[in-house]
Structure formats: C-alpha cells, structure tokens
C-alpha cells in the first residue's frame, strides 16, 4: 500500500513543478532513501527536468525540526522538505 | 543577562533596533555585523539577490548556533536575524549583534554566528543579473554535515568552504 509524501521546495528545485512542493507516492514503509529515488524518478520522468535530478543526491530532506537520516522510516502524510547545498549570509 | 533573539523575516531589518538588544549594564562590548548584498559575484554585475529560506528549521538552527556561542563564551546578548525575498543592492540580507563584558567574546561570538550560518542554514541565494538572467548559487551541503555529527554516511558531497 502507497502513501503520499508532500515534499516542500526550496533553492533551485524552485524551478520545478508549481515551485512549492511535490507530491511523491512512495510505498509503505519508505526510507528516506527510497523517497530521494522516488524523486529523482519524478523529477526525470513526470516533470522532464533529468539536469534537475543529480541534485537531489547532494541535497538533506528534512522535517520542520530536523534533517532526517537515511533509513528514518517517513510516516503516513508526512510534509518534508528537500534543502539543496546552502549558502545563506 | 544572556538572551537569544533569533527570526527570519521578509521585512527590512533594523539594525540600530537589533543592536539595541546588545546592550545590559553589565556588557562593556556590542559589536554589530550587517551583510549586505553587493553588485558583483563572479564578475557578473549583480542586480539584486532573492533569499530562500525554510523558516522553522532555519530559526532552529539559529538557536542551536546561539546556544554553542553562549556555551563557547557567555554570558552574552545573542541577535541573529536574516532577511528573505527579493534585496537590491545595499539592502541588509542578515544583521548579528552581540553583546558581552568584555569585546573578545563579542568578536569571537559575532564571527561563530555568521561562519556556522554560512554552513549550516538552510537559506539559499538566488543572484539576478544585469542581463536579465538569475541563478541558484552553489552551496554546501547539509546532509554530509548532518550525517558526519551522527557518524553516518548519506552519500551527499561536500562544496569547498570559501566565499
């Protein structure tokens, strides 16, 4: 069974879709790993962006608390974030 | 005597009301840092710069910088506040006051903030030029920094720490 995961952009991934957020399906049980395969899937293949792709693996997804480890487990319904290379200041 | 005052905001910042802040009776020191943008990155004549930033984690992390600081070199006064949206060139991107007894630690602290920042926010510039073309600037990384303090491997690659 699939649950959806909203994933907050910011920095250059702006430039995709509504430039807000996405809507990733992932399968129960999902790691974060599995999300950022799931998103370089959507980012290649629905949205038609493959030079967008590769960042994702330079980038931390994270929750409004903190960035999230690879095998964390994403609830059901869980609003995150994907928060490419920094440069605030 | 110690205090922490941290926000991101898109409103124009204050600095003389920030750096107010700074001040108690017992803080002979209050240093003031304002960046602010400038009209050349890279050789391209820069317009204006929009900051992105994801606010909730940002102030957490704002927080946890101030705390190390405290921790490093209290008791001090702690302001770190960054500005998001669209600035033209002059406008303040992010103002750090710091007050303390004595000016080393005022100087020690106000550096910490503003090089942790740097590496650590997840605030993110986007440059627009005089030629009418924008671009995401580079950064680093925060899922190595992440996973090195929980010593685990993510895979991510970190950029080289220079501005």
């Known amino acids: ?89 | 005597m110690s205090s922490i005052h941290v926000e991101v905001t898109d409103q124009v910042l204050d600095t003389q009301a920030l750096l107010a802040h700074a001040a108690d009776p017992s803080f002979g020191a209050q240093t003031l840092f304002v960046g602010v943008v400038r009209n050349l990155h890279a050789g391209r004549k820069v317009l204006a710069v929009s900051y992105d930033a994801f606010t909730p984690l940002c102030e957490k992390v704002f927080r946890e910088i101030c705390q190390e600081a405290e921790q490093k070199w209290g008791p001090l006064s702690l302001t770190l506040v960054h500005r998001t949206g669209r600035l033209g060139v002059g406008e303040a991107s992010v103002v750090i006051a710091v007050g303390s007894p004595h000016r080393d630690e005022s100087y020690l602290a106000s550096r910490y903030l503003i090089e942790e920042l740097k590496v650590r926010a997840p605030i993110w510039k986007k440059e627009h030029y005089e030629d009418g073309e924008t671009e995401w600037l580079r950064g680093h990384a925060l899922c190595g920094h992440a996973d090195r303090a929980r010593n685990r491997s993510c895979g991510g690659t970190l950029e080289p720490h220079g501005h």
Do not use: W
């Not at chain 1, 399906?25 to 030079?51: G, H, S, Y």
């Open chain 1, 1 to 89: 069974m699939s649950h959806k995961v909203q994933v907050r952009l910011f920095g250059a991934f702006r430039k995709l879709g509504n430039g807000r957020e996405l809507e990733i399906a992932v399968p129960a049980n999902a790691t974060v790993k599995d999300l950022r395969a799931a998103l370089r899937n959507v980012i290649t293949t629905e949205l038609n962006r493959p030079a967008e792709a590769p960042l994702v693996d330079e980038s931390a997804i994270a929750s409004d608390q903190s960035i999230l480890a690879e095998d964390e487990v994403i609830p059901s319904g869980a609003r995150l974030a994907i928060l490419p290379p920094v440069c605030g200041g």
